[in-house]
C-alpha cells in the first residue's frame, strides 16, 4: 500500500458515493417510482459538496438537497442545473438570486410566501412541522399558510411545487414521535388539498426512514448520511450494503520509547503502565479531531489498533505502538470504510458519544482532501 499523498489527508471515494446513490435508488423503486434527494449541505457532510454533487448525479439522484441558498447557488456555478431544493433561507436573502438560479425556495410562513412572492416566477416548497418544534408553519397556522400559498399561486406569482416536513427520532423506530409525524403530514397535505394546492412532490423521510420506514416515503427521500455510506440509525438500520466513501489518513512524523511511569501529553492525563513505545501523529483538533478522542478513540497503523493516548492536541495527537517502532512516514488512518479493521467514522463517534454525522462534516481544517474513483482508478485508498 502506497503512503497518503499528503502529510494528513481525506480522501473521498465517489465509487462509493454512486454506490450507495445506485442502492437507496433501487430500495425506494421497490414500491413504485419514489424519487431520491441527496442531500449535499455543510460541504457534503464535509466530503465536498460539488464533488459528490456531481457523483450523486450520475448515479441517478433525482434532486439535491441543500440548507443555505448560498449552497444552492455555489452548486449552480459549478454547473449542476437539476432540481435543486433549499430549506433554510431567512428574511433579506437574495430570494431573486435563487430564482434566477432555478433553485427551488421553502417557505415556512406567510411572511415568508409573501417576500419570495415579490421577486416574481419562485418555485415554492412549502414546509410543515409536524412535531420538530424547528423550522416550518406550526400546526395552528397551516389553514393561512395553505391558503395564503393558494392565493399567491392562483395569482400567478408563486407555483407551489412541494410539501415536506422532516422527523424527530426516525432513528428510534419505536419512538412515537415517528406515527404521529406521519399522521400530521396527512393531515397537512389534506388540508393542503382542501386550499387547492397540488404540490408535484411530498417528502418526509430522511436517510433512517428511508431505511426503516416505506410508508413515509410518499413521492421523495432525502438522503444525507446513508449517501456517504454511513448508517443513520446504528444497531437498527437492515444492512444493504452501504459503503462509507470517507478514509482519513496521516504520516507518522516519529516514533520513539518511553518507560513505565512516564506521562503522555498536556495535563498527563495518561501514564504509561509499562514500558511501551508512542507515534505522533499530526492532526489534531485543528483540523476537526474531536478533542474528547484523547484516550478513549484508537487510530490505524500497520495493521493494528493503537489507541490515542492523553489528550488531543491543536495540531497532534500520540498513540500507543506496544513497542513497535514504525517508520516515520509510515501510514496512519484515523478511520475509513473498515475493510482492514481500520475504526470507521461510527466507531469514532460511538468513542466520543457523538453521531458519525458530527465526525465527517466537521473534519477538516488543514487535511487536504483528495478525490478518487475506485472504479476508475482500480484504487480504494
Ligand atoms: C440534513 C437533512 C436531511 C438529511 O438527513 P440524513 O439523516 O442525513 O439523511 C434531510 N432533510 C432535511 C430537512 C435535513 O436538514
Aim: aromatic share 6%.
Amino acid at each position: 500500500m502506497t503512503g497518503p499523498a499528503h502529510r494528513a489527508e481525506i480522501v473521498v471515494d465517489l465509487a462509493a458515493v454512486r454506490h450507495n446513490v445506485r442502492i437507496l435508488k433501487d430500495l425506494v423503486s421497490v414500491d413504485g417510482p419514489v424519487q431520491l434527494m441527496v442531500v449535499v449541505k455543510a460541504d457534503g457532510y464535509g466530503h465536498g459538496m460539488v464533488e459528490v454533487a456531481a457523483a450523486a448525479r450520475d448515479a441517478g439522484a433525482d434532486w439535491l438537497g441543500v440548507a443555505t441558498l448560498d449552497e444552492a447557488l455555489a452548486l449552480r456555478a459549478a454547473g449542476d442545473h437539476g432540481p435543486l431544493l433549499c430549506w433554510l433561507t431567512a428574511t433579506g436573502d437574495d430570494y431573486a438570486a435563487g430564482v434566477a438560479a432555478g433553485v427551488e425556495l421553502t417557505a415556512y410562513s406567510v411572511a415568508e410566501l409573501e417576500e419570495i412572492a415579490a421577486v416574481g416566477g419562485a418555485r415554492v416548497q412549502l414546509k410543515v412541522d409536524t412535531g420538530l418544534s424547528r423550522g416550518g408553519a406550526a400546526r395552528d397556522d397551516w389553514p393561512a399558510f395553505f391558503a395564503a400559498a393558494a392565493a399567491l399561486e392562483d395569482a400567478g406569482r408563486i407555483t407551489v411545487t412541494g410539501l415536506w416536513s422532516h422527523f424527530v427520532a426516525s432513528d428510534e423506530p419505536a419512538h412515537p414521535a415517528n406515527d404521529a409525524q406521519e399522521a400530521a403530514f396527512r393531515e397537512a397535505l389534506a388540508l393542503a388539498e382542501e386550499a387547492g394546492l397540488e404540490p408535484e412532490v411530498t417528502h418526509l423521510a430522511n436517510s433512517a426512514a428511508t431505511l426503516l420506514r416505506p410508508s413515509s416515503h410518499f413521492d421523495l427521500v432525502r438522503c444525507g448520511i446513508a449517501t456517504y455510506g454511513l448508517d443513520p440509525a446504528p444497531g437498527t438500520s437492515p444492512r444493504i450494503g452501504l459503503r462509507p466513501a470517507m478514509t482519513v489518513r496521516a504520516r507518522l512524523v516519529m516514533s520513539k520509547a518511553i518507560a513505565a511511569g512516564e506521562g503522555v501529553s498536556y495535563g498527563h492525563t495518561w501514564y504509561a503502565g509499562e514500558d511501551t513505545t508512542v507515534g505522533l501523529v499530526p492532526v489534531g483538533y485543528g483540523e476537526g479531531v474531536p478533542r474528547a478522542a484523547g484516550n478513549t478513540a484508537s487510530v490505524w497503523v500497520e495493521d493494528s489498533l493503537r489507541p490515542i493516548r492523553g489528550r488531543v492536541c491543536m495540531d497532534q495527537l500520540v498513540v500507543d505502538l506496544h513497542g513497535e517502532l514504525p517508520r516515520p512516514g509510515t501510514e496512519v488512518v484515523l478511520f475509513g470504510p473498515g475493510d482492514l479493521g481500520e475504526p470507521t467514522a461510527q466507531d469514532w463517534a460511538e468513542a466520543v458519544d457523538t453521531i458519525s454525522y458530527e465526525i465527517v462534516t466537521r473534519i477538516g481544517g488543514r487535511l487536504v482532501r483528495r478525490h478518487v474513483d475506485a472504479e476508475v482508478e482500480g484504487t480504494t485508498r
